[in-house]
């Protein structure tokens, strides 16, 4: 459910898994869901019988007043993008800050555990990806972003909420990556397709080999701010795999089967029109 949604790619990505397990009488449908329709829409998950559902902009926050049961970690974030149906009761996860993780262990190899992070942006993304980083024993983050309240509001939460601590910092033009700094994520909007050539205002020379760096941007992968990294010998992550494993986590709640993680991304990669 999202509004807009025509343009959201994960039917294309969940379809593909459906289809890799054989699955072929299940459907993952994109609806439009204006947010004064929010409630009714939320009463025919169970109506109709739906196994679940995933929520994008702007229901995010709202959904959790029509739910029966949260995870501790959406809890913690505040926002729910996955709900699943469970025999009529309706249980609501975030996959976002997960699938993160999945990509940062999985992919990059590397265990957030007594690390430091710095990330830039405090909206959705930036929320869970924080709020997981935290729980899964980060030590230390950095929240980077333009507007004040915003990027305040975030630190305080990942302070009341899990045992990191957490300063803000804002997100200004020459803004220098601190040399400590293991995990770097961009979780803004900027660099998002149309908008393929833009990247942060940031000092890229302050990105240093020893520091893993990271995109929540699925389209395109490849990033300005990621090229710009790869130029200062870092290593990267890209937003398609973090986007490929918060659709296994979903799929997984849903069907009780894992998803092809191959068959996802190649979807992807050809929804995007870019190269494997
Ligand atoms: P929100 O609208 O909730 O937040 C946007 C964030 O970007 C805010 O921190 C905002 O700062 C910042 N921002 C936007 N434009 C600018 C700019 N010009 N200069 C500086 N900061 C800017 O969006 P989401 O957090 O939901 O999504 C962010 C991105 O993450 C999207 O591109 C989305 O596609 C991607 N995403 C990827 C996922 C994946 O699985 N790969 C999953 C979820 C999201 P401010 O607070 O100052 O407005």
């Not at 949260?70 to 926002?79: F, L, R, V, Y």
Request: proline share 5%; net charge negative; hydrophobic share 40%.
């Amino acid at each position: 459910f999202g509004h807009p949604v025509a343009e959201n790619p994960t039917v294309v990505m969940i379809e593909a898994a459906f289809h890799a397990a054989g699955m072929e009488n299940w459907r993952y449908l994109t609806i439009e869901i204006p947010p004064e329709h929010l409630a009714e829409a939320m009463k025919a998950v169970t109506t109709l019988n739906m196994k679940g559902i995933n929520l994008t902009m702007p229901h995010k926050v709202e959904v959790l007043l029509h739910l029966d049961e949260i995870s501790e970690a959406a809890e913690k974030i505040g926002a729910v993008n996955t709900v699943v149906n469970r025999s009529g009761k309706l249980f609501g996860e975030n996959t976002d800050g997960k699938g993160f993780l999945e990509s940062l262990r999985k992919d990059g190899g590397i265990d957030p555990k007594n690390k430091r992070a710095v990330v830039l942006g405090a909206g959705g993304a930036g929320r869970a990806i924080c709020i997981e980083l935290a729980l899964a024993g980060c030590r230390h983050i950095t929240v980077v972003n333009r507007s004040t309240n915003r990027g305040e509001e975030l630190t305080r939460r990942i302070e009341d909420k899990t045992s990191a601590r957490a300063d803000f910092m804002a997100l200004t033009p020459g803004f220098a990556v601190p040399e400590n700094t293991d995990i770097f994520v961009q979780a803004t909007s900027i660099g998002l397709y149309p908008h393929t050539g833009a990247k942060p205002d940031i000092e890229y020379d302050s990105i240093l080999p020893s520091m893993t760096v990271c995109d929540v941007i699925p389209n395109p992968p490849h990033t300005e701010f990621l090229t710009e990294a790869e130029k200062r010998g870092a290593p990267t992550l890209d937003g398609l795999g973090m986007l490929v494993y918060q659709g296994t986590i979903g799929f997984r709640l849903w069907t009780g089967k894992e998803a092809s993680v191959d068959a996802m991304k190649s979807a992807l990669q050809r929804e995007f029109g870019v190269a494997d």
